[in-house]
């Protein structure tokens, strides 16, 4: 790596970074060696942040003060960056970090980590059959499920995953480089961080945005999607959230509509996938009536906090549970019961754990023999014969030489799973003479409703140290606000959240302003705080919006040429309203269970549509081709042969994480279609 900065400017990094983190008993950020960090970043992270790096050691001069450089955008953004780096310990050569040492946080708490690796066979471009009875795009929850449907019916089956398959040690420790850090590096499930912008509009503002920047909506891409490194929580949709437009009306400015089926239609598939991809948790969700099949596994044990969470909530008068978790709590189908290390949630589990497509649906499938699946490749358009009939599939790929491949696949059916924006992009950019807004969009319906969640929580501190650092950490949630909220559309579910990293922990607390950012004082704080921490947290039930939506942008093409995404719209007032509701009862339970200081979280902008790791809704299903895209079996209007399998198809997106619902629905969505076709 060429050095980017000049030994003048590094100098001055050193003595910033040691006013940023002090030495004291344990060594400064300059000591721990955060100058190599930020070397790394701009020299191969984000070389586009050189200048932003080059500005702030200016603001910063050869004798840096921290009340100097504080004041400036970039010099508060240089000092936040210098103390992530610490805590995450990157940089550091030794075995445990210093600042690791210094809050009691280690990842292996029993030290039993013996990572495991699912081995899967992927096939060479150049060893791709001319067709397939089914192409599915993506290989994450909803691909995944249908994929294992579909090759089992005795179709042969093609999965194109866009990502790669790393190591599970490759996404077992890095605190900053994964798809839940706020850091802005990028992930390690990233493909191509470089090369992919898109267009974020906020406030009515175009931003050229890359996979790692707020605004671009990113989740993992990666063998297993999002399931290689979410946190797991699987809850189910309650008959509300399939009515919600009955239920509440519809707001002002909102396009909030009832789904075209029932939590009834649906319930089988959430069982099925329960058992088939193995959910433990215990208790009963208020809203919704006992499972058809009780869940395989019983819930893990609770923490400390959690303990002290329950106590709180009988006091409030509240109901509790074990949240369902898509993780083994004891050895189940051949996978290791959960170790409960300190890393969980934006990692992969060190021993496999945590239920994802990679591990399951994937394995099954390809063990058919009539699977087969190709990484690091992209379907970039549908194709169509003079009909307008879709009977094929153009791919993309970038080869080791820079040079780019292309091929094309063909096949009788289309499932696509790449989620709520790659979805509708794939739709748009697949226009045709017949279709010329784009295929499935005549009514100009591909895109819009594009939702996720805003999260509402609260943070404390508590005289006492509270949190045990004992993975997974969330272990306790209340449902009883999901519904029959006075004055709010919908609500949502809280839980505890999963146990933070450092880096994590000093996020959370600066950003909530219960500690100071930097300095000596700063670096006490987090000491003495990192145990002392609960966040309580979830996701609210939002109100969609037309507006909001994904387009693509002609005039912006990635590195094969191809339009990218643009996202636009807003969040509705409702949202706030609720947002604010929920997170005030997260710091009621906070205060209840001993919480001396807490802050609530805010909405942020408003003027930018939500999208991130639940993102939902852009090509929802209904009855009526004229105000949605899929008819309620995810086939798209006017293409018997392309169905949508993956959380695009969402009408609403519930109060809770979405990835059961996905789940199941892609499990019906897949049967169907065979069924569908063995009628035909």
């Given at each position: 790596?060429?050095?980017?900065?000049?030994?003048?400017?590094?100098?001055?990094?050193?003595?910033?970074?040691?006013?940023?983190?002090?030495a004291?008993?344990?060594?400064?950020?300059?000591?721990?060696?955060?100058?190599?960090?930020?070397?790394r970043?701009?020299?191969?992270?984000?070389?586009?942040?050189?200048?932003?790096?080059?500005?702030?050691?200016?603001?910063?001069?050869?004798?840096?003060?921290?009340?100097?450089?504080?004041?400036?955008?970039?010099?508060?953004?240089?000092?936040?960056?210098?103390?992530?780096?610490f805590?995450?310990?990157?940089?550091y050569?030794?075995?445990l970090?210093?600042?690791?040492?210094?809050?009691?946080?280690?990842?292996?708490?029993?030290?039993?980590?013996?990572?495991?690796?699912?081995?899967?066979?992927t096939?060479?471009?150049?060893?791709?059959?001319?067709?397939?009875?089914?192409?599915?795009?993506?290989?994450?929850?909803?691909?995944?499920?249908?994929?294992?449907?579909?090759?089992?019916?005795?179709?042969?089956?093609?999965?194109v995953?866009?990502?790669?398959?790393?190591?599970?040690?490759?996404?077992?420790?890095?605190?900053?480089?994964?798809?839940?850090?706020?850091?802005?590096?990028?992930?390690?499930?990233?493909?191509?961080?470089?090369?992919?912008?898109?267009i974020?509009?906020?406030?009515?503002?175009?931003?050229?945005?890359?996979p790692?920047d707020d605004?671009?909506?990113?989740?993992a891409?990666?063998?297993?999607?999002?399931t290689?490194v979410?946190?797991?929580?699987?809850?189910?949709?309650?008959?509300?959230?399939?009515a919600m437009?009955?239920?509440?009306?519809?707001?002002?400015?909102?396009?909030?509509?009832?789904?075209?089926?029932s939590y009834?239609?649906?319930e089988?598939?959430?069982?099925?996938?329960?058992?088939?991809?193995?959910?433990?948790?215990?208790?009963?969700?208020?809203?919704?009536?006992?499972?058809?099949i009780?869940?395989?596994?019983?819930?893990?044990?609770?923490?400390?906090?959690?303990?002290?969470?329950?106590?709180?909530?009988?006091?409030?008068?509240?109901?509790t549970?074990d949240?369902?978790?898509l993780?083994n709590?004891?050895?189940?189908?051949?996978?290791?019961?959960?170790?409960r290390?300190?890393?969980c949630?934006g990692?992969a589990?060190?021993?496999?754990?945590?239920?994802g497509?990679?591990?399951?649906?994937?394995?099954?499938?390809?063990?058919?023999?009539?699977?087969?699946?190709?990484?690091?490749?992209?379907?970039?358009r549908?194709?169509?014969?003079?009909r307008?009939?879709?009977?094929?599939v153009?791919?993309?790929?970038?080869?080791?030489?820079?040079?780019?491949?292309?091929?094309?696949?063909?096949?009788?059916?289309?499932?696509?799973?790449a989620?709520?924006?790659e979805?509708?992009?794939?739709?748009?950019?697949?226009?045709?003479?017949r279709?010329?807004?784009?295929l499935?969009?005549?009514?100009?319906?591909?895109g819009?409703?594009?939702?996720?969640?805003?999260?509402?929580?609260?943070?404390?501190?508590?005289?006492?140290?509270?949190?045990?650092?004992?993975g997974p950490?969330?272990s306790?949630?209340?449902?009883?606000?999901r519904?029959?909220?006075?004055g709010?559309?919908?609500?949502?579910?809280?839980a505890?959240?999963?146990?933070?990293?450092?880096?994590?922990?000093y996020?959370?607390?600066?950003?909530a302003g219960?500690?100071?950012?930097?300095?000596?004082?700063g670096?006490?704080?987090?000491?003495?705080?990192?145990?002392?921490?609960?966040?309580?947290?979830?996701?609210?039930q939002e109100?969609?919006?037309?507006?909001?939506?994904v387009?693509?942008?002609?005039?912006?093409?990635?590195?094969?040429?191809?339009?990218?995404?643009?996202?636009s719209?807003?969040?509705?007032?409702?949202?706030?309203r609720a947002?604010?509701?929920?997170?005030?009862?997260?710091?009621?339970?906070?205060?209840?269970?001993?919480?001396?200081?807490?802050?609530?979280?805010?909405?942020?902008s408003?003027?930018?549509?939500?999208?991130?790791?639940h993102?939902?809704?852009?090509?929802?299903?209904?009855?009526d081709?004229?105000?949605?895209?899929?008819?309620?079996?995810?086939?798209?209007w006017?293409?018997?042969?392309?169905?949508?399998?993956?959380?695009?198809?969402?009408?609403?997106?519930?109060?809770?994480?979405p990835?059961l619902?996905?789940?199941?629905?892609?499990?019906?969505?897949?049967?169907?279609?065979t069924?569908?076709?063995?009628?035909?």
């Amino acid at each position: 790596m060429q050095d980017q900065l000049t030994r003048q400017q590094r100098d001055i990094l050193t003595r910033l970074a040691d006013l940023v983190v002090p030495a004291d008993d344990f060594p400064s950020a300059g000591e721990a060696g955060v100058v190599g960090f930020v070397e790394r970043v701009v020299g191969v992270d984000r070389p586009d942040w050189l200048s932003r790096v080059v500005r702030a050691l200016a603001v910063a001069g050869d004798d840096p003060v921290l009340d100097d450089v504080l004041p400036d955008r970039d010099g508060a953004w240089l000092v936040r960056l210098v103390a992530q780096g610490f805590y995450a310990g990157d940089g550091y050569d030794g075995e445990l970090p210093p600042a690791w040492k210094m809050v009691g946080w280690q990842p292996d708490v029993a030290g039993t980590w013996n990572e495991v690796e699912t081995e899967l066979t992927t096939t060479p471009r150049g060893a791709l059959a001319g067709r397939y009875d089914c192409v599915v795009v993506g290989s994450g929850a909803g691909g995944g499920a249908a994929a294992q449907v579909l090759a089992e019916s005795g179709r042969s089956v093609l999965v194109v995953e866009t990502g790669r398959y790393p190591s599970t040690g490759s996404l077992a420790r890095d605190h900053l480089r994964n798809p839940r850090s706020v850091a802005g590096l990028p992930a390690l499930t990233d493909p191509d961080p470089h090369g992919r912008p898109r267009i974020a509009v906020a406030d009515g503002t175009p931003y050229r945005v890359l996979p790692p920047d707020d605004g671009w909506g990113n989740n993992a891409f990666t063998v297993g999607g999002g399931t290689r490194v979410y946190g797991a929580q699987a809850w189910r949709f309650v008959p509300r959230d399939f009515a919600m437009a009955s239920t509440y009306g519809v707001p002002v400015g909102s396009a909030l509509a009832d789904w075209p089926i029932s939590y009834a239609d649906l319930e089988p598939y959430y069982s099925l996938a329960e058992q088939r991809f193995g959910v433990s948790g215990g208790g009963v969700d208020p809203w919704h009536g006992p499972r058809s099949i009780p869940l395989p596994m019983a819930p893990m044990p609770r923490t400390e906090a959690a303990g002290r969470l329950a106590d709180a909530a009988d006091r409030l008068g509240w109901g509790t549970l074990d949240p369902p978790l898509l993780i083994n709590s004891v050895d189940y189908q051949g996978r290791s019961g959960c170790v409960r290390c300190g890393q969980c949630v934006g990692f992969a589990c060190p021993v496999e754990a945590k239920s994802g497509t990679h591990n399951t649906a994937l394995p099954a499938a390809l063990a058919t023999g009539r699977c087969s699946l190709v990484t690091e490749t992209t379907v970039e358009r549908l194709v169509t014969d003079e009909r307008g009939r879709v009977v094929g599939v153009a791919l993309v790929a970038l080869l080791d030489d820079g040079q780019v491949w292309r091929g094309t696949v063909d096949c009788g059916e289309v499932v696509i799973a790449a989620g709520a924006t790659e979805t509708p992009r794939l739709l748009l950019n697949s226009a045709n003479e017949r279709e010329p807004g784009g295929l499935g969009n005549n009514q100009d319906q591909v895109g819009r409703y594009l939702q996720a969640h805003v999260y509402a929580g609260a943070v404390g501190l508590f005289d006492d140290e509270v949190a045990d650092l004992v993975g997974p950490g969330v272990s306790i949630a209340t449902c009883d606000f999901r519904h029959g909220n006075d004055g709010i559309v919908g609500g949502g579910m809280l839980a505890n959240e999963f146990v933070p990293t450092p880096a994590a922990t000093y996020d959370y607390l600066t950003s909530a302003g219960l500690i100071p950012v930097a300095g000596a004082a700063g670096k006490r704080a987090m000491r003495e705080s990192a145990r002392r921490m609960l966040r309580v947290v979830g996701p609210i039930q939002e109100v969609t919006s037309a507006e909001s939506r994904v387009r693509v942008d002609p005039g912006v093409r990635d590195r094969f040429g191809n339009p990218v995404v643009v996202l636009s719209g807003s969040i509705h007032a409702e949202d706030v309203r609720a947002q604010e509701y929920m997170s005030e009862k997260a710091r009621q339970w906070l205060e209840a269970a001993g919480a001396v200081r807490t802050a609530v979280s805010g909405v942020g902008s408003t003027g930018r549509p939500s999208v991130g790791q639940h993102q939902a809704g852009s090509c929802r299903m209904g009855d009526d081709p004229a105000s949605s895209v899929t008819d309620p079996f995810g086939r798209v209007w006017g293409h018997d042969n392309v169905r949508i399998a993956d959380a695009s198809v969402h009408v609403t997106n519930g109060g809770v994480n979405p990835v059961l619902t996905v789940l199941a629905g892609a499990l019906r969505i897949a049967e169907h279609l065979t069924g569908a076709a063995s009628r035909s």
